[in-house]
């Protein structure tokens, strides 16, 4: 039974989708005004984790993660660039793309972007107002916090206390024009030449808050299953889009609230700060390190708890990335000379490890309970594989299964554009050429497979590879 941990409530929740068989699952994306940074990795790598494993446990997935492309941040970075908003969005997404892909984060993602939904967002601010929950002022549309009922209860916060940190964040002008300290913006008016849109308030542009309300509701429905996001996103974000979009449509908005835990930079177990030089981007990353050590290591600890990103991390997490791909080498190897049928024994201790991976996913995805559960799998797999005598079906067996089991963390165990029957042919061309004496060519091919990533390893047993 799949049990997930909820924000709001502060306990674990059996799993019961809206829809049975069906997932509706929405999760905050970044804002692209920059290339985004391990936090922001974390995050889209932690979700798509969940995804995965809810996809393995057979359940349709209907995923949507959006770009927030107009805002402060975006209009000062097209103002520093001396170009458009637009242009700075097309740029920083095209690189999240790319980023994303390198770490097998999956494609089939509905990516809404806030200025594609402008007039959604100005008929849900509009219901807001008609209905009492928001009101103009000069242009600037709030929403009218207290007048919400559970107001505070994702973050665990009484309005009291809002109201005191209200208080001394907000500048004395939007104070000014609040009716409550602790109300919120909806829609913002244009200031000077900034991008902005015609509305009934005036010339203006959307809140923050406002956009994941609009696009969660427009293509998952009133109701969803699973919200997700980064811990500083519950307060105010995540409360703000529960408030409006409960105001709104008069039903509950999330059903499983989900929050994952921060990055920390170095052996300090520093927070990451641009102030503090230790601002790590995936784009920079990717130059010198494989997407796959990033993807282990973020998707191997536990969504909810904070990870240490230093150089031992990366280290262990590239040392167990090649163990598994080590031990699924192995395997496939020994399909070459396996013997036809199976070994029951074998495939029940398979099926064991499996229910014991299931087990700990279950648990409010125990990653790093199932992870221990594969590297178990993949100690038995390179036991099997040195056997004197082992049976082709069982091989495949062990090999789809830790395949499937390494999918649900987004490692791929492949790691050659070679397929396998293209080595083994340069394998048996080889072995011809040094029975032959044609050292020559078999050092040829040797040292062509190792520059596409193929190390060959010549054992008793005969020639075997492996891939870098």
């Known amino acids: 039974m799949l049990q997930i941990f909820n924000t709001l409530t502060r306990k674990k929740e059996k799993f019961e989708p809206i829809t049975p068989g069906v997932v509706k699952m929405y999760v905050c994306g970044p804002t ?28 349709q997935v209907k995923y949507v993660s959006n770009f927030t492309d107009v805002d402060d941040k975006m209009i000062n970075a097209a103002r520093e660039n001396h170009t458009t908003v637009g242009a700075i969005a097309d740029k920083y997404i095209n690189a999240f793309m790319q980023d994303t892909a390198a770490l ?24 807001l107002v008609d209905k009492g929950y928001a009101y103009d002022v000069d242009g600037d549309v709030y ?19 809002l109201e005191i940190g209200a208080s001394q964040h907000v500048n004395p002008e939007e104070m000014a024009k609040k009716e409550d300290p602790i109300d919120f913006a909806l829609w913002k008016k244009s200031k000077g030449d900034e991008i902005s849109w015609d509305s009934p308030w005036g010339k203006g542009r959307p809140g923050w808050h406002i956009e994941c309300s609009v696009m969660s509701t427009k293509y998952l429905g009133k109701t969803i299953d699973i919200h997700g996001g980064g811990e500083d996103l519950i307060f105010p974000h995540h409360e703000n889009e529960r408030a409006q979009s409960e105001a709104n449509t008069g039903q509950t908005f999330v059903k499983y609230w989900m929050h994952n835990g921060f990055v920390t930079i170095g052996d300090d177990n520093e927070k990451m700060s641009k102030s503090l030089g230790n601002f790590i981007t995936v784009h920079d990353l990717l ?16 969504y909810r708890r904070p990870i240490q990103y230093s150089d031992a991390s990366v280290q262990e997490a590239s040392s167990n990335l090649k163990k598994l791909q080590t031990a699924f080498n192995n395997l496939t190897y020994r399909l070459h000379n396996a013997d036809e049928g199976d070994d029951p024994k074998t495939d029940q201790e398979v099926r064991q490890i499996v229910a014991d991976f299931t087990d700990a996913m ?13 590297y178990e799998l993949a100690k038995f797999a390179n036991t099997y594989s040195e056997r004197q ?51 020559i060519r078999s050092d040829e091919i040797r040292e062509e497979l190792k520059a596409r990533g193929i190390v060959l390893e010549d054992t008793p047993q005969g020639t075997r590879f492996r891939k870098e």
């Open 287 to 302: 130059k010198n390190l494989d997407g796959q050590v990033i993807r282990l290591l973020m998707s191997t600890t536990h």
């Open 362 to 374: 279950d648990d409010d995805f125990n990653v790093q309970n199932g992870i221990a559960a594969v």
């Open 389 to 439: 005598t082992v049976f082709k079906l069982s091989l495949q067996f062990i090999i789809n299964t830790l395949r499937q089991l390494s999918g649900v963390f987004g490692i791929k165990l492949e790691q050659s554009e070679l397929k396998d029957d293209e080595i083994w042919d340069l394998i048996h061309e080889r072995e011809q050429a040094r029975r032959d004496k044609d050292f």
């Open 143 to 161: 929403f009218r916090a207290r007048k919400f009922p559970t107001y505070g209860a994702l973050p665990h916060i009484n309005v009291d206390q």
């Open 32 to 59: 692209v005004y920059n290339y985004i940074h391990i936090g922001n990795a974390r995050s889209a790598i932690a979700f798509d984790t969940v995804r995965r494993y809810l996809e393995y446990r057979g359940y």
């Open 104 to 127: 097998n984060i999956s494609s089939d993602v509905i990516h809404p972007r806030a200025t594609q939904n402008i007039p959604e967002i100005i008929d849900f601010v509009k219901t």
